[in-house]
């Protein structure tokens, strides 16, 4: 079943009203296919970033972390092969003028088509000319002097650039993987469907070494693994991911197995991650190129050889966006619509909202904020007395906050508060005495 197609503007339209993405340089008109993440979203994007890093870096001794430059020299990307061929093919339309890929012209019978204005596309036409995809700087003073850099169009070559590096202070065995979360840049053609593809985006990506033998039951690991975190570590639903193994022509010419990890998008079924068995091409172009030997020897059988790498690659604002089109819904309650965010509570950019019932009487509001400045310390919660409580509930239904606190006029009495569950809006009285402990076994299972 695919997602309705309707919902994406009402994302978008969300996402600017509270605060997860807005249009970057917006006052000045916009930077196209580039955004930024508000008070809203960079908490739920630093929650992404949070869960994977725990669960391949923390919570396992097989892989360790790194960060490595943004902007890179020269030759690492004439070792990888990314000045020469990381490019696109472009066509342009006669009639609407627009550029597109090669791959976007529209099958109609058995003519091609635009793909923004559909006029017939002549195939005498279509001579694609080679577009690069990397943001190329100068670093030095004077431009002419100065030594070309690239923004780096993907993390994984920092990773194969500190292999010896990182092998050599952790001492590691394989197999041993890196992992890297960090911004990518790619000066994309095509870029509709908002965060969907963008020109400046993060990754989030492991370069797992493996002897070349291990190479093949590694990568099955990886495919089920990553899809596995999807569903268990965010709550997306199963039914709106699949896996779609690549075939043999679609494979670049050094991978021995790729698959897609893909989610149904409002625009379709689209990738969401890529997981490959990447041979040793990685380390072998870098280690011809830089001179240096980046060869494995393993003591038990007392070989030297290369090892072969798979590489899990995720993007950080598609892993969001596919959240929120998961997690979106609306509902009908008593006559009005409510809309909900039904983000797994992990997740969620706050945990708790804080409300007085009334925002005229003092002594609510200086309970509400003093209950706020006391469960802030164990959980990531926003005090708010900015409207009536509808409203109030409303706003967080809408970010995906899983509880809301409110003080009313009985709480003096009786030392209980009133707490609201996002998704079935029941409401518990709760003795404040007991309030940690409530949320600490609410966010525990
Ligand atoms: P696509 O074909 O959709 O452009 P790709 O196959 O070029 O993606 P990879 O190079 O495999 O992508 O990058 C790994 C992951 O990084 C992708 O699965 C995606 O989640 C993310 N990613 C890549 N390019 C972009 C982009 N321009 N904007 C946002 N995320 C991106």
Known sequence: MLMDKDILPKIVSLCKRRGFVFPSCEIYGGLSAVWDYGPMGAVLKKNIKDVWWKTYVEQRDDIAGLDASIIM????????????????????????????????????????HCPECHAPINPKDIQPRKFNLMIKTHLGVLEEEAKPAY??????????????NVLNTLHKKLPFGIAQIGKAFRNEVTTKSFIFRTREF????????????????????????????????????????????HSRDELAHYAKACSDIEFNFPFGWQE????????????????????????????????RFMPFVIEPSAGVDRTF???????????????????????????????????PL???????????????????????CIY??????????????????????????????????????????QQDRVPIEEIKKYFRDKFSN
């Open 321 to 355: 966006l596919a959240l929120l089109c998961d997690a979106y819904r609306e509902e009908e309650v008593k006559g009005k619509t409510r809309v909900v965010l039904g983000l797994n509570k992990n997740i969620a950019p706050y945990k708790i909202a804080i409300f």
């Open 202 to 245: 993060e990754q989030m990506e492991i370069e797992y070494f493996v002897p070349p033998d291990k190479a093949e039951e590694n990568y099955r690991y990886w495919v089920d693994e990553r899809r596995r975190w999807y569903v268990e570590n965010l709550g997306i639903n199963e039914k709106n991911m699949k896996i779609r193994e």
């Open 151 to 164: 923004l780096r169009p993907e993390t994984a070559q920092g990773i194969f650039t500190n292999f010896s």
């Open 358 to 380: 009334l925002k005229n009487r003092p002594e609510l509001v200086e309970k509400a904020k003093s209950l706020f400045n006391d469960l802030k310390k164990d959980f990531v």
């Open 73 to 112: 020299s020269e030759p690492v990307f004439k070792a990888s092969g990314h000045l020469d061929s990381f490019t696109d093919a472009l066509i342009d339309c006669k009639s609407c003028k627009k550029r597109f890929k090669i791959e976007h012209l529209e099958k109609k019978a058995k003519a091609d």
């Open 384 to 425: 708010d007395d900015t409207g009536a409580i509808g409203k109030l509930y409303r706003r967080q239904d809408e970010i995906g906050t899983p509880f809301c606190l409110t003080v009313d006029v009985e709480t003096r009495e009786d030392k209980k508060v009133t707490v609201r569950e996002r998704d079935t809006m």
């Open 272 to 303: 969401l991650e890529g997981i490959a068995n990447r041979g040793d091409f990685d380390l072998s172009c870098h280690g011809k190129t830089s001179k240096q030997d980046l060869t494995y020897f393993d003591e038990k059988t007392k070989s």
